[in-house]
Structure formats: structure tokens, C-alpha cells
């Protein structure tokens, strides 16, 4: 991906309409679980896609980092929507999100292992072995670590994108999330991962709960990590920068504003 | 040493199942991580069960989270529904959220053990005073309770 798409936006039904009505937008991603595999597309995404935006799908269930195989279908799915949408590639987390058969209904760490490296790298294969375009792969925001990681967060990515030869999504809300959390540099992360892998970026809001900051996708993005993306755009700036929100959907001008904050942060021309 | 697939399933039964926290794990934020996650999901299920949510009110938090500590999810329209039955089981559903619950009973077959089916033959299902009939798939509340 090596065309500079500028400053997107995660489409969601709630706020469909708004998105459509975003004059300069090339960049979108949907939830690829909440996109049939064959009906009816989700209302204006197929008009979005027609007019020239990439859409992105995005797996939130593949479950990448889970000791056990990925599930075929789930793989299937994912490559399918992504041919319906026609998009350049597709995305998902460095995460387990299910193990036992008992759903976590979200996103867990694996722990910075050697075992869970192989165990990351076997299902991004598996997976690549069934999709025609490439995957970048996202990682997440844990509010809690492995006591047997044996690798710093930098080297396990290195050692995952490299022995995969996927792509990065990087999430700079989890970047300031993880490095907050742990009183780190978030820094320190931009200068020990490849920053060329990066495919696109996320930027989403988040809030302090009992001393301890939550990624939630429904407050504001906070200036900090604003300031990560000029932080990042000044070593390498990557093709795409989005903004996800996931609930509590604020007014169109609010929505504006944080597009035209993450287009001011990253140099981009604005989209609104 | 376990496995890493039996130290996940230790990991996931903890977040969800109200399980020991895993030895050597900082139980402070596992805590912390388990109550976001029950968060969360009351969001995700009110919004899919928005009348069983505002009829509850303020106990709505307090009612779902008693519920959910032990139960990982399904998905929030089978954990919504789960819990709405429960509740009418007691006798403790809302008048409010009566018509919501007959209406999914109506339009879906659901035995609280597989996913929800749409119904082909029209129904009529009561919950909490409100009673709702479906035909060919269309909606109509007879009672509000």
C-alpha cells in the first residue's frame, strides 16, 4: 500500500451517514463480522466503495493469537468480504479472543512469548494462505501483561511482521494506552517497531477510570495522542490515519473536528 | 508447565466466568480488566435490548452484572434475552420491557441453547402485560403492559 490515501474514518450504520457525507474521504474500514459474506451490503458502504473509497474490512473475531487453529470459516468469511468490498487488504488484532470454546467478548493479550509467537505466526499464515491481498496486523491495548513474557513489545512485533511478512496497524491510542498504563515512553515503541510496515493507522478516544486509562472508542481523542501521530509522522508517515469510534456517537461538528485535528496532527489535507 | 491453550482458557474463564485469577497474574488489573469487560457488554446489550435496559433503570447496571459475572457471552442478543427470560421467570421484568421480549419471541424460535431462528408461522407471545402478535414477520403490539 504504498499510495497515500490521507486521514479516514471507521464506518459504522450509526454514523453512515455522515461518513458518505465526507467530501475528500479515501480511507474507510468496517467491522468485517458485520459484513455478509454474500447479501445485501450494509446500507452506503457499497455506494462508498463506488465512489473510490477503499474500504478496509477489519476482523475483530479471528482470534489470531489463540493457541488453537483459526477457524476456517472465520478465514473464509474474512477473505470473501474483502473481495466484495475490493479491498487493498484487511486488517486484524494480535490477540486471542476466545479459548475452550468460551468467548472473552473482547480482546486479550498473548502473553510476549517464544510459544505464543509461533503459535501468532502459524494462524497469520493460515490466514494469508486464503486471502489475495495482504493483512496488517493491529496491536492491542492490554490493561494487564503475561508473567511469562520473555520478549519487550517491540521485538515480539519485529519477530511476528518479519517471520509473516504481514503489515502493521498501528493504533496510537494503544500505544499511549499500553505506555501510560505501565508509566513508559510511548516513544520508545515508534523507535523499535518498523515503521514502513505501517499500512494505516488508528486514533481513537479513551478515559481514566480509578488511575488507570481505558482505550473505550467513546470519549475523545486526547491530545497526547494527537501529538503521537505528529510524534510518528515526523520518523514516517504512514498512508492512512483513521478515526475509530465505536459508540456514544458525538455530534457531526465534534466528529469534524477530531478528523480535522488527526489531519492537522499527521500534515494530511482535511476530509471534512 | 501447561499449555498456552490451557493457560488461555484459565485466563478466559477468569474475565468471564468468575474463575481464580491464573497464578501470576497482576489480580488487580484482571479485576480491573473483568469489570470493563462486563461494561462493555451491558453497553452492547442495551443497545440491542434498549426497553429491558431503560426499564431498569438505575438497577440496570446492577441487575446485568449480577448476571453476567459468571456467564461469558453469547452475543449481546442471546445474553439480553437470557436475561429478560430470567427475569420474567422471577417475575421481576419490567412492565416496560415486556413488549420488547414478547416481540423477539414472536419473531424468532430461541431454546436459550442455539442461536435464534426467525419463526415461519405467525405467533402470539405475552411477557410482563404486554402481548404481541407476528405475522409474516410484521410486528404488532396487542397489550402494552
Redesign the interface.
Known sequence: MTIGYGVGIGWRPEIGGFVAQLPGLRFAEVVAESVHAHGDLPVGLGELRDRGVAVVPHGVRLSLG???PVEPARVTHLAAVAERLGAPLVSEHIA?V???G?????L?P??R?R??VD?VVANVKRTQAELSVPIALEPIAA??????DELDEGAFLTEILERTDALLLLDVANVYANALNRGTDPLALLDRVPLERIAYVHVAGGAER?G?Y?DTH?DAVPQPVLDLITELCSRHRPPALMLERD?DYPAAAELRAELDAIAAASGYPVVT | MT???Q???E???A???GAAVP????AR??E??RV??LR??A?EVA?QWPELAQALGTGWYRQWSAWAATR???GSLRDGWDLARELAARRELPAGAGAELAAREAIMTYDGETPPRARRMPAVRGAAGSVVVQIAGRVRVLRRG
Open positions: 489463540g493457541a488453537e486471542f476466545r479459548a475452550g468460551v468467548e472473552a467478548g473482547h486479550l498473548v502473553p512469548s510459544e505464543a503459535a490493561l494487564f501483561d503475561w508473567p511469562d480509578d488507570i481505558h467513546t459508540g | 499449555s498456552l491453550a493457560r488461555q482458557a485466563l478466559v474463564a474475565l468471564t466466568a497464578p501470576g497474574f497482576d488489573l484482571v480491573v480488566a470493563a469487560l462493555k457488554r453497553g443497545r461469558p457471552t453469547r
